[in-house]
């Protein structure tokens, strides 16, 4: 068996400043992009916790990391937009590709693949000292974008609407972000994404923290999201990823060895016609 070396990953200290956000020649947004994962091996200190994961992502699609605590999804989540690097000791050997094209070549910039690629995290994080306006352009900001004022009013129209927010706080849009409930926070966070208008959306267990009907509502924005973003969503909920992703993946780590993917495939054939015996025992809640 071969043995692949690990590759350091340094994280650029002084990225230039990002661009305007992509689109096509007719001023549209880029078109829907697939992500492919090559190979991925993840170390924290001399410790593997990823043996050579390969997947590829649908463009246009929702992908469901699925599997136990400890088996190495939202690691292999973070190495998509090359968040994994900012652990101490962490590293990487492998390829992430966004069409195509590494996004941990030595000519591809940090910010760059954050840009492409927007993460929403377990729990809901805006800016509790910004007003929900400021919260959903926040990311303009950061990135270098810059905007008109008039721009910047129709983007937070269309990013709270695409995240299901608008109707419920475009009249008090000055008001702190802090102060809307857990569920409406994590959909401000999606529109907050989406701001900087990704390629690819990521999401790290997005319902965990939310009630069944802000966990409903979540979903459903997702499938909207997806017309115009590929997604890939780490849950622990089965009920959820048969819901809502098109196509799965089934990670396990067995007696303290690596994670690796066990079997992947379209939604339904993986819940009711999975391959492996360990992936109907996952789905049909005989462990996990």
């Known amino acids: 068996m071969s043995t692949t070396q690990p590759t350091e990953v340094i994280p ?4 230039a400043p990002a661009g305007p956000a992509p689109t096509t020649a007719s001023g549209e947004p880029a078109r829907l992009a697939e992500l492919r994962a090559h190979e991925i091996s993840c170390w924290f200190g001399d410790h593997m916790v990823l043996d050579r994961v390969s997947l590829t992502m649908r463009a246009g699609g929702i992908t469901a990391l699925i599997g136990p605590s400890g088996c190495g999804k939202s690691t292999f989540l973070r190495t998509l937009n090359r968040m994994h690097e900012l652990v101490p000791s962490a590293k990487l050997a492998g390829e992430v590709l966004l069409d195509g094209e590494d996004i941990y070549a030595p000519d591809k910039k940090l910010t760059d693949a954050r840009r492409h ?4 995290f377990q729990k809901p994080n805006p800016f509790p ?15 270098g974008t810059k905007a008109s004022r008039s721009d910047k009013e129709a983007l937070i129209e269309r990013c709270l609407r695409l995240a299901g927010l608008w109707n419920e706080v475009k009249d008090r849009l000055e008001a702190p972000g802090g102060g809307l409930s857990g569920g409406q926070q994590q959909r401000l966070c999606i529109a907050r994404s989406m701001a900087i208008q990704p390629r690819v959306l ?13 966990t409903r509502v979540i ?37 303290g060895t690596p994670g690796v993917i066990v ?4 939604t339904s054939a993986m819940f009711q016609n999975p391959q492996d015996q360990r992936t109907s025992d996952y789905v049909q809640g005989r462990f996990g």
């Open 12 to 15: 650029r200290v002084d990225p």
């Open 117 to 120: 690629i927007g993460m929403v």
């Open 129 to 143: 000292a910004m007003s929900i306006r400021e919260n959903v352009i926040a990311g303009l900001k950061l990135t």
């Open 202 to 214: 990521l999401m790290d267990e997005p319902c965990s923290a939310l009630d069944p009907t802000s």
């Open 219 to 255: 979903e459903e924005t997702m499938k909207e999201l997806a017309q115009e973003v590929t997604i890939v969503i780490v849950t622990h909920n089965m009920q959820q990823a048969a819901r809502v992703s098109d196509q799965c993946a089934f990670f396990l780590a067995a007696h």
């Open 263 to 266: 079997e992947h495939g379209d």
